[in-house]
């Protein structure tokens, strides 16, 4: 069995509250988060790194990473934005002037952005045409333990987009996508041939990355955003999905908008910072829907 360092506070700009690390974490930007109750604590895996986290009675994170992966912790500090201050960035919404996200702002104290690698963004969020959260992690699940390179034993890294190229669509309808699959092996594929692809989009400002990823098979523009948000960092980015036209619609009167026109609304209402204000009036109506 693995041994893991004792558990240690991490810094943070902006702390964290139990109820918003949990939504930070569970609440629909990453799928490979999961609530250990035999250890009170949330293990996680990004990339090539397994942590768990915790949060400590003194109102911050103490987090615990494997012994034999020393550059876990660091690669955990940019996962979490940890030198972000997402108070300060919270202040710039137009909270003064949006009595709604104003309540969404003071119920989720703490919430922030993840920033996890772009390609395991896309992929996610690949699987996650109209499928909830929970059937989300288990398409993501299965397909690291079946495709995905063993980080410790028994836990398993999401499959690289050259390994699922190297899976045939057969395989990857086995493991329960459905649909799905025909497009994440078209675009693994596509990428197979293309390697420097998602790097150059995340690379590229917001209004050229979104079409550049939107042309991948499978993307729309839900996904796109999802994936520039939580994956690439940009901020601007402003997912709608069936929840954010209903805020949008109750609290906001923009019936009979499109799903393009209402992303547009958000950019232009909630301004750079859009993505970030989406996150809370997301969280908000899941918990409080009119």
């Known amino acids: 069995m693995p041994t893991w360092t004792p558990w240690k506070t991490i810094p943070l700009a902006t702390p964290f509250t139990e109820q918003t690390l949990a939504e930070t974490l569970n609440g629909g930007q990453a799928f490979r988060w999961n609530y250990l109750e035999t250890k009170s604590c949330w293990q996680g895996i990004w990339g090539q790194h397994v942590a768990r986290i915790r949060f400590s009675d003194k109102g911050g994170i103490e987090v615990s990473t494997p012994s034999s992966h020393p550059e876990t912790e660091p690669s955990l500090a940019s996962y979490l934005r940890a030198d972000f201050d997402w108070a300060a960035a919270m202040d710039k919404l137009p909270w003064r002037s949006d009595s709604h996200l104003q309540k969404a702002l003071q119920a989720y104290p703490g919430l922030r952005i993840l920033k996890q690698p772009f390609p395991e963004a896309v992929l996610c969020f690949l699987c996650s045409a109209t499928k909830q959260i929970p059937q989300i992690k288990v398409m993501c699940e299965r397909m ?65 990355a979104k079409p550049m990823l939107v042309s991948l098979p499978g993307v729309g523009e839900k996904i796109a955003d999802c994936a520039l948000l939580f994956g690439a960092a940009k901020l601007e980015a402003f997912p709608v999905d069936t929840w954010i036209i209903k805020v949008l619609e109750k609290r906001y009167a923009l019936f009979g908008w499109s799903p393009s026109q209402l992303s547009q609304f958000g950019r232009v209402h909630y301004g750079p910072l859009a993505g970030f204000a989406q996150q809370f009036i997301f969280s908000y109506e899941r918990q409080h829907p009119a």
């Open 144 to 208: 690291a333990e079946n495709l995905g390179t063993e980080i410790l034993p028994g836990i398993h890294a999401l499959p690289t987009w050259e390994q699922l190229a190297a899976a045939s669509e057969e395989q990857l309808r086995s493991l329960g996508l459905g649909f799905r699959a025909k497009n994440i092996k078209k675009t693994a594929d596509l990428l197979a041939s293309h390697p420097e692809l998602l790097s150059q989009i995340e690379a590229s400002p917001y209004s050229e």
